[in-house]
């Protein structure tokens, strides 16, 4: 794998040199771990004239799931309270001391993550290395991550696969009369029983008037019969982040409005789907799922956007938004998940996460698999 981290060192050293910096500083820990394999915490990588450094504040811990660093880097660990900062503004920071080596490599201009530095740790680095001229690296990172390898996706996958075991194990069991609180925590440790490194983001249980809600924070309310549930939940898989949400009803028959919403709901999610393919613009990916919802007069019920990318972060580019500028390549996983809550009597939410793929290669590939049909538990 050690050629994989290489390559992708070598794309975004092409997008510095083409912008006339002579070494990037990379801060943002999942950009860290795309580029180095690992991203021990507080750590810092720097892509230099002469060699690439992974800069940590210790010894990188043998923790299989957080990765390893790739061998082919050269890993520096700080002495315990010193960097080349002293004990000034900045000291025991793996920034500062990584710039400080790239000035010891002749290095005379910096590219650095400003969008993730504070203002303390830049002008810590400006003060370490005043003869830096420090530029912006902007979301150069997060653009070459966009595009996942098979390697990545597979990962993903088996993420997916974790989360819907651990939603269909949930299904089985008694639900009435238990907490939204109490059915996320057995839902966050049955992923880890299922081999994942621990839940992609707070899973989020929502019942009746709560249910509906994107990114509803469980609480002590009861699940009660007649009541639509809405479960979100994802596995991280050695740091990759997949994402499913369903939407149920406990106990009995489903009410007429409930069935209703749900179908709308269903045929906007599956008309977002159908136009995932490379080259689609994410604003037309958006208006498909939305104009259904629109139509159906729940324009004021939707939220912002209605999917975005997933990988090491469980938000990432690109946004499916009406105002989102630019095209889905092949490659690329997102979320596809519309929802419409009403006040005082909930909604629905349904969420896949899928693969873009070319019409030769059968579509837009779905991980996430458990069943959207509206069950009654």
Request: hydrophobic letters at 40%.
């Amino acid at each position: 794998m050690s050629e994989v981290y290489a390559t992708r060192r070598s794309r975004l050293r092409d997008h510095v040199t083409a912008a006339g910096t002579a070494a990037a500083l990379v801060t943002r820990p999942a950009n860290v771990r795309y580029l180095a394999a690992a991203a021990p915490q507080g750590s810092a990588l720097l892509l230099g004239r002469r060699e690439d450094i992974l800069v940590c504040a210790g010894p990188p811990e043998d923790r299989p799931y957080e990765g390893r660093p790739d061998d082919n880097l050269r890993v520096h660990v700080l002495a315990p309270n010193a960097t080349g900062a002293g004990m000034g503004p900045g000291a025991g920071d793996a920034a500062v001391a990584a710039a400080d080596l790239a000035l010891a490599q002749g290095t005379d201009s910096l590219a650095v993550e400003e969008h993730h530095l504070t203002v303390t740790r830049h002008r810590a680095i400006a003060s370490v290395a005043p003869g830096l001229r420090l530029g912006d690296l902007g979301g150069a990172v997060e653009q070459i991550r966009v595009v996942k390898d098979e390697e990545e996706i597979s990962c993903l996958r088996i993420g997916a696969e974790i989360a819907d075991q651990a939603l269909g194990e949930l299904l089985e069991s008694i639900l009435v009369g238990r907490t939204e609180r109490h059915l996320a925590l057995e839902l966050e440790r049955r992923l880890v029983d299922h081999g994942a490194d621990g839940p992609a983001f707070p899973t989020s249980v929502a019942t009746g008037p709560n249910s509906g809600r994107r990114g509803h924070r469980p609480t002590d309310r009861r699940v009660e019969e007649g009541d639509f549930l809405t479960v979100c939940l994802g596995a991280t898989y050695r740091g990759y982040r997949c994402e499913i949400g369903r939407t149920f009803v406990i106990g009995t028959s489903p009410a007429d409005w409930q069935i209703e919403l749900y179908d709308l709901v269903f045929a906007a999610q599956r008309a977002g789907r159908e136009s995932l393919a490379p080259g689609a613009a994410y604003r037309d990916v958006d208006r498909a799922a939305r104009h259904v919802l629109d139509s159906a007069g729940y324009a004021e019920a939707l939220p912002p956007l209605t999917g975005h990318g997933v990988g090491l972060e469980i938000d990432e580019d690109p946004q499916l938004a009406p105002a989102a500028m630019g095209k889905l390549d092949a490659c690329v996983p997102v979320t596809v998940e519309p929802g419409v809550h009403l006040p005082g009597r909930g909604g629905v939410r349904i969420d896949d996460t899928l693969v873009v793929r070319p019409e030769a290669d059968g579509g837009p590939e779905l991980l996430t698999i458990t069943t959207k049909e509206l069950l009654a538990l």
